[in-house]
């Protein structure tokens, strides 16, 4: 079992004492070990006649009558010397005749070395089958100490009443069975005494309520009162109450309900573990029989985890369906039922006789029914062995159910959201950022639709006005040519490797076609090798899978000695899929999938941290490289307010993660099968203009024929030359940033002059006019280079 709550480590008990007692010698205060508090308490009881404690308090004040040492202060060795006296002092803690079933021992004034422990708190520690741990670190041990003795000073001498009260639970464990107890301890200062052995420090009403406030500030106490101006004396008693039930319920709700995501297996195994310790058996197991057969049934399969009696079994999900099920019983009267042996039914369903199979003799089945069908369930407590569950297991169930119904249903609620988000990542266009305009649009839809008497109506055109483009693409230089080498390369091995084994088999078969083909297959190869042309790839694909290839078939089947021969290992080194060698073409593929699925990342990532500060439109396009577009303005903005500031930060933040991705591509060359570099491009347009979804094509678009001359000039500035030269704007391992205004090039001049600052470019700057393209010119550029 996983530490699924960040606790301590469960250790030997006595290990965690002799630690806390290395923690604790440093005790600024000086404590001395004395029974006159405790026995000026019993004087008090003595003297109130009508208190039935009154025969107790006189038995053991008896018993101090012969031991004058023990009035004095003694010393460790009179203490040992008359050990018997502590069990009498205990007795006034535990209810009479218990003792032996109680944890607890007495210390002196703030130590953690016991002076005397109750018989099951000694026998924890003596035996080997458990281990504990506290809740609490060393330096907290000490922390709470100080403030507790404090807390005496100021309710004695300065008139202040500070409960010094910090929860510790003590958690058991059994070693073989796992089962866990967790006790609550509390520490009794009532027999502890304090006196002044210098000048009581003066503490103004402001310290005091500083103090109070803070009780956990150990360096504040020590100062305000000094430890050589006290001394502590008397006894402290400690003693531990179940809290088991209550420490599950607190774990349950942390984990089930926190904010720490955790795989849905491990919350599993996590419920069944507390629900074990809960009922104090390692035997029982608590199961959720699912009702809904849509998204449950689904997830069950996908993530192949059950959390039911019946997992994996015919009836997992229609057990509730069968007459005469116990499962069909329950569901039907909505009411609990306990049947205490599985094998004593006489009528046993098909289901029973399925969980009897299993091992199971006792079953609880207890309906759980909520207003949304789907969380529907019943919820099972099954064990091998007879007659384990009664009423009371049922009131008890009843503590923790809603926890764990919670805690999974929450987890289904992220199952559920995590696949939105797939759909919405993998098949639509519809930014989370905008979606709450699609919703708009939907109720106004369904609003028209029922003023219509149920006819359909046409879906308003969503548009948002008035909107700032950035637009830029990282894409692989020279992708083109690199594609066609990698074919041409796997196309001439594989005509070579064709030649040779049609030279082979022409040894031991005689067929016209093989020299036919042979001829063929050397023209081909030297006229690709002169010169390629994508055209080239499918007539030889198709004279290799229709021609070529099933004549080699035929020849094996003709010519049985081929078998095992030439033929064979030809078709072991092209690909069977495709029919064809396919390793350098495989090289560049992988090569621009690992660049563009870094590159995504990188976007990615950055926008979900920009749309946490801003919301706005993104989207992005996987090609030979990536290509992306942003829209911010305020139409995006349904509740916040847009401004200048925000499209620069904007603007910035996009030179930023471009400088990012030069730099990841570069980093990447090691790892890439085939050497491939990208040129990085921004376009700034400082107009707004307004976009409109296409619901043809499920995506936005600019709407009006002014705004379209902005996507003419995105789509064809890649390739752009510089102006008089036959040199490309975009270059390898460079970020080109194209403007229309003047205004836009000292802007981005600024920006760059802090890239230089952070060493993120060099210090050349190009300013470059590009030539005339098609419908546009006297665009111009700025160039840098990433370091």
Same mark, same amino acid.
């Given at each position: 079992m996983k530490n699924t709550l960040?606790? #301590? #480590?469960?250790?030997?008990?006595?290990? $965690?004492?002799?630690?806390?007692?290395?923690?604790?010698?440093?005790?600024?205060?000086p404590? =001395? $070990?004395?029974?006159?508090?405790?026995?000026?308490?019993?004087?008090?009881?003595?003297?109130?006649?009508?208190? $039935?404690?009154?025969?107790?308090?006189?038995?053991?004040?008896?018993?101090? +009558?012969?031991?004058?040492?023990?009035?004095?202060?003694? @010393? %460790? !060795?009179?203490?040992?010397?008359?050990?018997?006296i502590f069990p009498h002092l205990m007795t006034g803690f535990f209810p009479p005749f218990s003792e032996e079933k109680q944890y607890g021992y007495i210390t002196a004034p703030f130590s953690t070395t016991p002076l005397y422990l109750s018989k099951h708190f000694q026998d924890l520690m003596d035996k080997d089958d458990s281990e504990v741990n506290l809740n609490? !670190?060393? !330096?907290?041990?000490?922390?709470?100490m100080v403030s507790n003795a404090c807390s005496l000073i100021l309710k004695k001498f300065y008139g202040q009443s500070f409960e010094a009260s910090f929860p510790t639970i003590l958690s058991i464990r059994n070693k073989s069975t796992q089962l866990e107890r967790h006790l609550k301890l509390h520490i009794v200062t009532d027999y502890v005494d304090v006196r002044p052995i210098k000048k009581l420090p003066e503490l103004s009403k402001d310290q005091l309520r500083e103090l109070i406030q803070n009780p956990t500030s150990t360096k504040k106490w020590i100062k305000s009162l000094p430890p050589e101006n006290f001394e502590f004396f008397g006894l402290l008693f400690v003693y531990f109450t179940d809290f088991t039930e209550l420490e599950i319920i607190s774990r349950l709700k942390d984990k089930m309900l926190g904010k720490d995501p955790t795989p849905f297996l491990e919350d599993v195994d996590f419920v069944q573990h507390q629900v074990k310790s809960f009922f104090n058996d390692p035997e029982i197991d608590m199961g959720l029989k699912i009702l809904d057969d849509g998204f449950a049934r689904m997830i069950l399969n996908l993530y192949k985890i059950s959390i039911s009696a019946?997992?994996? +079994?015919?009836?997992?999900?229609?057990?509730?369906?069968?007459?005469?099920?116990?499962?069909?019983?329950?569901?039907?009267?909505?009411?609990?039922?306990?049947?205490?042996?599985?094998?004593?039914?006489?009528?046993?369903?098909?289901?029973?006789?399925?969980?009897?199979?299993?091992?199971?003799?006792?079953?609880?089945?207890?309906?759980?029914?909520?207003?949304? #069908?789907?969380l529907d369930q019943i919820v099972e407590l099954f064990s091998p062995k007879p007659k384990v569950f009664n009423y009371q297991s049922l009131v008890k169930l009843k503590l923790i159910l809603p926890l764990i119904e919670a805690g999974l249903n929450k987890k289904r609620d992220e199952l559920e959201s995590g696949i939105a988000n797939i759909v919405q990542d993998q098949f639509t266009s519809i930014d989370p950022s905008v979606y709450w305009k699609f919703r708009e649009s939907a109720i106004r839809q369904l609003k028209q639709k029922e003023g219509v008497n149920?006819?359909?109506?046409?879906?308003?055109?969503?548009?948002?006005? &008035?909107?700032?483009?950035?637009?830029?693409?990282?894409?692989?230089?020279?992708?083109?040519?690199?594609?066609?080498?990698?074919?041409?390369?796997?196309?001439?091995?594989?005509?070579?490797?064709?030649?040779?084994?049609?030279?082979?088999?022409?040894?031991?078969?005689?067929?016209?076609?093989?020299?036919?083909?042979?001829?063929?297959? @050397?023209?081909?190869?030297?006229?690709?090798?002169?010169?390629?042309?994508?055209?080239?790839e499918t007539h030889i694909l198709d004279l290799l899978k229709n021609d070529i290839h099933p004549c080699l078939r035929n020849l094996q089947e003709e010519y049985p000695i081929l078998?095992?021969?030439?033929? @064979?290992?030809?078709?072991? =080194?092209?690909? /069977?899929?495709?029919?064809?060698?396919?390793?350098?073409?495989?090289?560049? !593929?992988?090569?621009?999938? %690992?660049?563009? =699925?870094?590159?995504?990342?990188?976007?990615?990532?950055?926008?979900?941290?920009?749309?946490?500060?801003?919301?706005?439109?993104?989207?992005?396009?996987?090609t030979d490289g990536i290509e992306y577009n942003i829209y911010v303005g305020q139409s995006i903005l349904p509740q916040q307010r847009f401004s200048e500031y925000h499209l620069k930060n904007f603007r910035l933040w996009q030179l930023l993660t471009m400088c990012?991705?030069?730099?990841?591509?570069?980093?990447?060359? /090691? &790892?890439?099968? %085939? /050497?491939?570099?990208?040129?990085?491009?921004?376009?700034?347009?400082? +107009?707004?203009? @307004?976009?409109?979804?296409?619901?043809?094509?499920?995506?936005?678009?600019?709407?009006?024929?002014?705004?379209?001359?902005?996507?003419?000039?995105?789509?064809?500035?890649?390739?752009?030359?510089?102006?008089?030269?036959?040199?490309?704007?975009?270059?390898?391992?460079?970020? /080109?940033?194209?403007?229309?205004?003047?205004?836009?090039?000292?802007?981005?001049?600024?920006?760059?002059?802090?890239? =230089?600052?952070?060493?993120?470019?060099?210090?050349? $700057?190009?300013?470059?006019e590009l030539g005339k393209l098609q419908g546009v010119e006297g665009l111009r550029a700025l160039r840098i280079n990433v370091l």
């Open positions: 960040n606790t #301590p #480590p469960f250790q030997n008990l006595k290990n $965690i004492i002799d630690h806390e007692v290395v923690v604790l010698e440093s005790f600024p205060y404590t =001395q $070990i004395s029974f006159l508090p405790f026995l000026a308490h019993l004087k008090k009881i003595v003297q109130e006649k009508d208190r $039935i404690d009154n025969s107790f308090a006189q038995y053991v004040l008896q018993q101090f +009558d012969d031991k004058p040492a023990l009035l004095e202060q003694p @010393d %460790m !060795e009179t203490i040992r010397e008359n050990a018997q609490i !670190e060393e !330096e907290e041990v000490f922390n709470r019946l997992e994996k +079994d015919m009836f997992q999900f229609t057990a509730e369906k069968i007459p005469g099920s116990a499962y069909h019983k329950v569901w039907q009267t909505k009411e609990a039922l306990i049947i205490e042996d599985l094998t004593k039914l006489k009528q046993p369903s098909i289901v029973e006789k399925c969980l009897i199979k299993k091992g199971i003799r006792s079953l609880l089945l207890f309906p759980s029914v909520h207003q949304d #069908p789907r149920g006819q359909s109506t046409k879906i308003a055109p969503i548009v948002f006005k &008035e909107v700032y483009p950035l637009y830029g693409q990282a894409d692989i230089v020279g992708s083109s040519l690199h594609r066609n080498k990698a074919i041409q390369t796997d196309l001439l091995e594989n005509l070579g490797l064709l030649k040779n084994t049609l030279k082979e088999i022409a040894k031991y078969a005689q067929a016209h076609l093989l020299d036919y083909y042979s001829i063929k297959v @050397d023209k081909l190869q030297k006229e690709i090798q002169k010169s390629f042309r994508p055209s080239d078998k095992g021969g030439a033929i @064979d290992r030809y078709f072991e =080194q092209i690909n /069977a899929h495709l029919g064809v060698i396919y390793q350098a073409r495989k090289d560049f !593929e992988e090569s621009v999938s %690992m660049i563009n =699925q870094q590159l995504s990342e990188i976007l990615q990532t950055a926008d979900i941290k920009m749309q946490e500060k801003l919301p706005h439109y993104f989207e992005k396009y996987q990012k991705i030069t730099r990841k591509v570069k980093d990447l060359q /090691a &790892e890439l099968p %085939m /050497a491939l570099t990208t040129s990085q491009l921004i376009f700034v347009y400082s +107009d707004a203009l @307004d976009i409109r979804f296409r619901m043809d094509e499920k995506h936005f678009d600019v709407d009006g024929a002014y705004n379209v001359r902005y996507e003419i000039i995105k789509k064809r500035i890649d390739k752009a030359f510089i102006l008089g030269t036959k040199e490309r704007l975009t270059q390898a391992g460079k970020i /080109a940033i194209v403007y229309l205004h003047e205004k836009n090039r000292l802007e981005y001049l600024d920006y760059l002059d802090y890239l =230089q600052q952070k060493k993120f470019i060099g210090s050349e $700057i190009e300013e470059l």
